[in-house]
């Protein structure tokens, strides 16, 4: 798996630290995954806060709030081509699996139902009050691999960090689906390694 590990803080502008991680990777695809518009849906996000130092009722807010931007700004960027967020996640709850938006099997079944060759899975981790951890997978839902799998440090005010972490994944999402599932290495365009496995987080 070919992971992006990114540290975010805010000191009057974002600092980006990227760093790859590749485990079982192959040379990016010469030639594209699927059509630019095929489908994507995206699972309601995940929160994990059981190693967090201190856990408050409200870290759910957070995982709240990254589910919003994530649905509002893939929503922006897709437009019709993203299936109606509210319509993926019925299909997860009809699951009765609390764990499914976070496993790349139970994601691959549910973007089916939906009609979906793409979908998108996050999670927000909480490890203190001013450091929390965004993850996220683009996996193409007919083969189950793992084109894009992120994860970024966020650092700062909580509720500003999660939207930049978020808005950022999103646009990557949309870059990424709209060249077929062919990833560059952002920012400088170099081609990236891209996994060939299926797998869950």
Same mark, same amino acid.
Request: hydrophobic share 40%; with cysteine; glycine share 2%.
């Given at each position: 798996m070919s992971m992006r590990s990114r540290s975010l803080g805010v000191a009057g502008a974002f600092a980006l !630290?990227? *760093? #790859? &991680?590749? =485990?079982t990777a192959q040379d990016a695809p010469a030639a594209a995954l699927d059509a630019p518009t095929a489908p994507v849906a995206v699972l309601p996000v995940v929160l994990y +806060? /059981?190693? *967090?130092?201190?856990? /408050?009722? +409200?870290? +759910?807010?957070?995982?709240a709030l990254a589910d919003s931007v994530l649905a509002g700004k893939l929503t922006e960027l897709l437009g019709t081509q993203l299936v109606p967020p509210a319509r993926s996640a019925a299909a997860v709850v009809a699951r009765h699996d609390a764990t499914c938006s976070a =496993? =790349? #099997? !139970?994601?691959?079944a549910v973007a089916r139902t939906v009609g979906a060759r793409w979908v998108v899975l996050v999670k927000v &981790?909480?490890? &203190?009050n001013l450091i929390w951890l965004f993850t996220g997978q683009l996996v193409h839902v007919p083969d189950g691999r793992i084109v894009l799998d992120d994860s970024t440090e966020l650092k700062g005010e909580p509720d500003g960090m999660v939207r *930049?972490? +978020?808005?950022i994944f999103a646009e990557r999402v949309t870059r990424t689906v709209r060249a077929g599932g062919v990833t560059t290495n952002f920012p400088n365009g170099a081609p990236e390694a891209a996994n060939t496995q299926a797998g869950s987080r």
């Open positions: !630290c990227l *760093a #790859a &991680s590749p =485990v +806060t /059981e190693q *967090a130092n201190v856990q /408050e009722a +409200t870290d +759910t807010a957070m995982a =496993v =790349v #099997a !139970c994601a691959r &981790s909480k490890t &203190s *930049a972490g +978020t808005r």
